[in-house]
């Protein structure tokens, strides 16, 4: 029983189901029909489902008979009337024919009229668009044929306006032509091509440029130098100001030819030639040699293009490669003026045009750019004459090169740059220049030295009297009222060293020109430099022919006269400086001269060569002294070495009479120099005899040979009581010979009673007999005694003798022991 409920329930399940998935198909899209077939399928029921499916179909063609069935005599009516207008329309289409048919054969002609018309109205329509399409397109292409005229004929920068108004005004209204399309195409390449080109005249100019700044900077010399030769005769006015002025002419001329510049000077490299001018006429503008235009046009056209910053950029880098060229010198430039002036103009050239640029366009450069080049420029050059101005040995070439750089300094000053390490490196050339002039003039001085006779002056009428006068300035009354032929003291080299001296300190004030130095510093640099030229060059000058071993004593003799002279000239070249300086010696830090302390020096070197060379002579006589130590008997006169060496000192003595007194002494007296000179020569004496007779070589020594060695010590003595030289008071001369009188008194007369009682004593007879002498002495004579006399101990006289030798010696040696304690 439940089974059966179960299975009714499941049937109207099923049948509901299937109700669903009709009216689902019935209601549902037909592409969407698949998954509700599929419900279908998947279940268990399709059979059933179709049957449902097939009674429903059946249901749906019932009502549509039905519907059918309904309107089926409304249908047949409207058939029938259908057929009836049909056969009106028959009749209505023949009629429409024939009335067509007539129409066409009327209207034949009239179409073909239309025809026609309707073909020149098209042709009329397209004349006048082609007539708008023209009038719009040839300004494009006449803007282009200009262009391309402009870019054959190198006008650049008109071609790059050109294509500017081409691009922005005339191409937009035509744009869709394919012409214009090219046409825009090649913009880009027409404006790479204006750059390249204009960047290309710009390597040219910058090329020229480099090659011609000697020539630019040559010019800007000149007319600098112009400007200064100008102002020294017009009026007093700052350099600076003159070279202000030239340079603002310059660059006013320069202005004037840019907004001149024609198609043709545009092709021009940047160098207008100059060449054929006229020495004698106006120096141009140094920026008028140079055409500026390649410049300014590749700088335009970089502006409009945007690639001014490009531009500058380049420009920039390329003058700092070209400055580094130019300030890099030449290995040789020390050897020629030209040299340093090739080395300057290429300087002045590079600055000149980088001067102008500034002034002439807008940023390209700038004043801290110009700055650091100029710093640079700056180090560079000064590092360089440093260098190669040290290998300079030409005071000439010193001073052109001191000119050269004053102008190079004044050109650039002129021009805004700053120069005052220039003038402070020229002082430090100044030193070098002091140094090559005291090289020079000590050549000078050798010559002058070298060549002269050392005898005075002859004079043999007023001529050359005065004209000796006008050289040296030298005052004696006496000499002037003496006739003629008469002689100057002094010898040639007197006047020939005074003026030399004047030339050196001109040749020193040359240097000081135009270096902005004050008189002061003038002064002070001269005298400095003088003091070098006579306590250096001059002194050693005289030293080394005082030194020489040629020089006689007659030379020495001269050479004193001379330096006593110039000694007093001193203050004449103190004179000298204070006039072509104008500053007075009395003011403040005002340097003296040191020439009198040279001449004295120099005069106390040759008196002390006076001095060396006497005493050289007498040594040499003394060599020829043979004494027989050993001889019983002396000779009956002095030694015939003795004699001659006397007669010698006569003779030299009597050249010292023409030696000049000294300024505190009375006229009558001979000098100082003579007097010092045979004191001199008697002591050396008297101490060569004094060793002669001491020496350890002379081991024995008799009686007989110190009463002959006594008879040349009279003959010395002789010598110094007859007054070689006059000014000696008394027997001052004689004293030389003390120390060898007493001693030989001592022996002779045998007194060593006397001396051994009153040694010590101020009152005593043998005063300078040094007890260690006597006892040397005594020695040599004791030996002799106990060695020739064999047969002495048997005589009571030899005996007694050697003994009172010995007791002599002991006491002597007494004498010594307690005077060392």
Not at 84 to 101: F, I, P, S, Y
Not at 522 to 545: A, F, G, P, Y
Request: proline share 3%.
């Amino acid at each position: 029983m439940e089974r059966g409920k179960m299975a009714e329930l499941e049937s109207l399940e099923a049948a509901a189901e299937h109700e669903r998935i009709l009216r689902e198909i019935e209601s549902t899209d037909t592409a969407c029909i698949g998954p509700t077939l599929r419900s279908v399928y998947d279940g268990e029921e399709h059979g059933r489902f179709m049957e449902k499916l097939e009674a429903r179909i059946r249901n749906h063609d019932r009502e549509i008979e039905k519907m059918c069935n309904f309107h089926y005599q409304g249908f047949v009516d409207s058939i029938t009337e259908l057929l009836k207008v049909r056969g009106e329309a028959q009749k209505l289409k023949h009629q429409v024919t024939d009335t067509n048919r007539k129409l066409q054969s009327e209207g034949k002609e009239l179409v073909v009229a239309m025809e026609e018309l309707k073909q020149c109205r098209l042709q009329q329509r397209n004349i006048s668009a082609t007539v708008d399409k023209l009038t719009l397109c040839l300004p494009v292409l006449e803007m282009y044929s200009k262009l391309r005229e402009q870019m054959t004929s190198k006008r650049h920068y008109p071609a790059l306006k050109t294509l500017e108004h081409l691009e922005h005004t005339y191409l937009p209204q035509v744009s869709h032509y394919r012409f214009c399309k090219i046409m825009v195409d090649n913009i880009p390449k027409l404006r790479e091509e204006i750059k390249d080109v204009s960047m290309s005249d710009l390597k040219d100019f910058l090329e020229s440029i480099r090659k011609h700044s000697d020539k630019i900077g040559e010019t800007a010399m000149k007319q600098a130098q112009q400007q200064r030769n100008l102002d020294n005769i017009v009026s007093q006015h700052p350099r600076i100001g003159g070279g202000k002025k030239y340079k603002k002419d310059g660059c006013a001329s320069l202005d004037l030819e840019v907004k001149n510049t024609s198609p043709m000077s545009e092709q021009d490299s940047g160098i207008l030639d100059v060449e054929d001018e006229d020495d004698d006429e106006e120096v141009p503008g140094a920026q008028d040699l140079v055409d500026f235009s390649p410049v300014y046009r590749c700088l335009h056209i970089y502006s409009v293009l945007g690639a001014r910053e490009t531009f500058e950029n380049y420009y920039r880098k390329q003058r700092r490669k070209q400055a580094r060229l130019v300030l890099q010198p030449p290995s040789n430039m020390h050897e020629t003026l030209d040299g340093y002036r090739k080395y300057f103009n290429q300087i002045v050239g590079f600055f000149v045009v980088e001067d102008h640029i500034l002034h002439t366009t807008q940023g390209l450069v700038n004043r801290a750019y110009i700055d650091e080049l100029w710093e640079m420029a700056l180090s560079k050059t000064i590092a360089a004459l440093r260098t190669h101005s040290s290998y300079c040995s030409d005071p000439n070439l010193v001073l052109d090169l001191k000119n050269l750089i004053v102008l190079f300094a004044d050109t650039l000053q002129g021009y805004g740059f700053p120069v005052n390490q220039l003038f402070d490196m020229l002082l430090e050339i100044r030193d070098q220049y002091s140094e090559t002039l005291l090289k020079k003039w000590s050549g000078v001085f050798r010559n002058i030295l070298d060549s002269d006779n050392y005898s005075p002056i002859p004079v043999a009428n007023e001529e050359l009297y005065k004209k000796i006068i006008g050289q040296f300035p030298f005052q004696d009354p006496e000499l002037e009222k003496q006739p003629f032929p008469k002689k100057f003291p002094f010898s040639e080299f007197v006047p020939k060293v005074y003026n030399q001296i004047k030339e050196f300190i001109y040749a020193c004030l040359k240097f000081s020109e135009d270096l902005h130095l004050s008189s002061t510093e003038v002064d002070d640099m001269i005298r400095k430099s003088t003091n070098l030229l006579l306590t250096r060059m001059l002194s050693n000058c005289l030293q080394t022919v005082i030194k020489r071993r040629n020089t006689g004593l007659t030379e020495l003799v001269q050479i004193i006269i001379n330096t006593t002279h110039l000694e007093k000239s001193c203050k004449f070249l103190e004179e000298f400086i204070t006039n072509i300086t104008n500053v007075l010696p009395e003011t403040v830090h005002t340097t003296k001269l040191y020439g009198t302390t040279t001449f004295k020096d120099a005069r106390h070197a040759a008196e002390e060569e006076i001095y060396t060379n006497l005493n050289q002579k007498i040594d040499q006589f003394l060599q020829l002294a043979d004494y027989d130590w050993m001889t019983t008997e002396p000779g009956s006169k002095a030694s015939d070495y003795l004699v001659d060496l006397i007669a010698f000192l006569r003779s030299t003595f009597a050249v010292f009479t023409h030696l000049p007194g000294d300024v505190d002494v009375h006229s009558t007296m001979s000098g100082k120099v003579a007097q010092t000179a045979c004191m001199s020569a008697c002591k050396h004496l008297s101490t060569s005899l004094m060793q002669l007779l001491l020496e350890a070589e002379v081991r024995q020594l008799t009686l007989g040979a110190l009463q002959q060695f006594n008879l040349d010590v009279e003959e010395c003595e002789q010598f110094a009581r007859s007054g070689p030289v006059p000014g000696f008071q008394g027997d001052t001369l004689q004293l030389a010979f003390i120390d060898l009188r007493q001693l030989l008194d001592l022996f002779i007369q045998w007194d060593w009673s006397t001396y051994l009682a009153d040694y010590g004593q101020p009152t005593c007879k043998y005063l300078r007999v040094n007890p260690t002498t006597a006892l040397i002495l005594l020695e040599k004579m004791k030996d002799t005694s106990r060695k020739n006399n064999v047969f002495a101990q048997f005589r009571k006289n030899e005996r007694d003798k050697q003994k009172l030798i010995d007791t002599v010696a002991k006491q002597l040696r007494s004498l010594i022991n307690s005077h060392h304690l």
